[in-house]
């Protein structure tokens, strides 16, 4: 199979003044989340770096509505729909599905979500309750990921229902709208030095990269993934896009297959560099988040702490005395499939 190149000519396709014309669009639809500074997790990395620890502020988007930073994507695509759309359809593992029914329940417009028969109960059952207090005609149909693939069973029902998909993370819309996160981060407490954000399939990533270069040039931006799904990471060092199958992570939120055809070029100008880690260092910086921010984020969504770990102990002059800003990019924790946590 030959090597599937960026199109470059897509680097351009989300700028700041989307992201900023999204914040704008946003008001009233999405919560403005808190950001911790200042906490006791600023202690620990002080000591363990002989007072020299950096100073790092958290965006809460565990605290968004849906529990997740997706609800500003679907919520800025769904907002930008052109008048007649006869309803829109996604595929996602849980946030995004979440994010798509609850949007459009709030905007009266029908959405169809393909999710895996196998997504985590919680996020399953969230959607399930959007769905319900949303248009008559929106629904679920679930697909068994070991034998059908998301886009080819949503493309079908798309086709002949006459549906705009709205895809988790490959849609300038979209990223845009993720984008507001780390806009509202950096206006709150930045600018930074460096800036970690967790990677599935690259829309917050890249737009949360956007928006911290736009505040300070020289923000090193870190894409974060678990070595079980490093697909971005690779494709990001090769320049040549690489995929991974339904990998076996902790974190749900980073099974995409590969970064998108917007994705992959805004990653590749945006990001400065990856860290993956490994699924005991997740959970080790779920159980932090938990004990000392008195926090519930999911496996994804400790991932930009676990990498700030792992620098701390590998790489501690990058990070040292830096300003870090983190984004815990969602919260929704299934709790019965937590290995570790009793």
Do not use: W
């Amino acid at each position: 199979m030959p090597a599937t190149l960026p199109d470059m000519t897509l680097a351009t396709a989300v700028a700041i003044d989307d992201i900023r014309a999204a914040a704008r669009r946003l008001e009233g639809h999405v919560r403005r989340t808190p950001v911790l500074a200042g906490t006791p997790i600023d202690a620990i990395l002080a000591r363990q770096l002989k007072g020299h620890g950096p100073k790092v502020a958290f965006k809460c988007e565990n605290l968004q509505h849906t529990g997740a930073f997706k609800l500003r994507g679907a919520s800025n695509a769904l907002l930008q729909l052109d008048d007649g759309v006869k309803g829109v359809l996604t595929y996602s593992s849980g946030n995004h599905a979440q994010a798509i029914a609850r949007a459009g329940a709030d905007l009266n417009v029908p959405t169809v979500i393909v999710m895996p028969s196998n997504a985590p109960r919680i996020k399953l059952e969230a959607t399930r309750r959007e769905v319900a207090r949303g248009h008559e005609r929106s629904r679920i149909v679930e697909y068994d990921p070991q034998t059908q693939v998301r886009e080819e069973v949503g493309g079908a029902i798309a086709d002949e229902e006459g549906l705009t998909i709205i895809p988790p993370y490959d849609h300038p819309h979209v990223i845009a709208g993720q984008g507001t996160a780390a806009l509202e981060l950096c206006e709150d407490a930045g600018p930074f030095d460096v800036l970690l954000t967790p990677c599935g399939g690259g829309g917050l990533l890249s737009g949360s990269a956007i928006a911290a270069k736009a505040h300070n040039p020289h923000c090193i931006v870190i894409g974060v993934e678990p070595a079980a799904a490093d697909d971005a990471a690779r494709s990001f060092r090769s320049g040549v896009l690489h995929s991974v199958r339904n990998p076996d992570t902790i974190a749900d939120g980073t099974r995409t297959p590969c970064l998108g055809r917007y994705t992959f070029p805004l990653v590749l100008v945006n990001v400065d560099r990856f860290v993956t880690v490994e699924e005991d260092e997740i959970i080790a910086a779920m159980r932090l988040v938990m004990e000392r921010l008195k926090l519930v984020v999911e496996p994804s969504g400790a991932l930009g702490l676990a990498g700030l770990l792992r620098l701390v102990h590998e790489e501690p002059g990058a990070v040292a005395g830096r300003r870090i800003g983190i984004v815990l990019s969602g919260g929704n924790v299934d709790l019965d499939a937590l290995p570790g946590m009793d």
